[in-house]
């Protein structure tokens, strides 16, 4: 079957490769960003292309649960790498945001008050740290059933994402829209959705 030579091909695949391909790809966009290939604003494109890739991992990440459920495709050794991939790439985000587009302290707490979008961005974000942080083995361990309440946030963190998304788009974009409808139908797959074990960003994989 199909399903079986995937799974059978995939197992080749070490699980450092999403990491090793996320920082490339980062490393590229800075390269493109300084060498004229982002466009007449590269900061703002490189914001955006960092912001909507940190959220398809995310969405990547979330998917994997009922890709193995509804079509037997086991990625779940990936699951931890996809989700520290996304919170490399949405920490860039904000620091570029931070560093190289608005650069004042002053105005950087005033965007964060004022505007909904970065609150919501920000919040997210704040979200993925102690997920991050407690992503590997001795956590689960020392946390047990702890860890799976923790990393429950992930959901939350998926729909701020994609919130964030929808608010940042000016004018009715139906991209925007269309991560927000993956989140939530994803979540809508999701038992723990209604109070069984959740993914976290980075569950481990036993297998």
């Known amino acids: 079957m199909i399903v079986d030579r995937l799974n059978t091909a995939q197992r080749r695949i070490p699980a450092w490769t999403i990491y090793g391909l996320g ?7 800075f390269w493109l960003g300084l060498s004229g290939g982002l466009g007449v604003e590269p900061i703002s494109a490189l914001e955006h292309m960092l912001g909507e890739t940190g959220l398809k991992l995310l969405l990547v990440g979330l998917a994997i649960t009922p ?83 923790l990393h ?20 009715f974009q139906i991209e925007p829209l269309a991560y927000l409808v993956a989140a939530l139908g994803l979540l809508a797959t999701r038992p723990k959705w209604r109070g069984r074990s959740g993914p976290g960003l980075s569950r481990v994989s036993r297998g």
């Open 23 to 29: 920082l490339a790809h980062i490393v590229w966009l």
């Open 67 to 149: 890709l193995r459920r509804f079509a037997g495709i086991n990625l779940i050794r990936f699951r931890r790498a996809v989700g520290l991939t996304a919170f490399v790439y949405i920490t860039v985000h904000l620091l570029v945001w931070l560093f190289l587009d608005v650069q004042m302290l002053g105005e950087i707490w005033m965007a964060i008050v004022k505007r909904p979008y970065i609150t919501i961005g920000m919040v997210g974000f704040l979200l993925m740290i102690p997920l991050a942080v407690t992503s590997n083995n001795l956590s689960l361990r020392k946390l047990g059933p702890g860890w799976r309440r």
């Open 152 to 171: 429950r946030l992930t959901y939350i963190v998926v729909l701020l994402g994609a919130l964030h998304f929808v608010m940042l788009a000016k004018g």
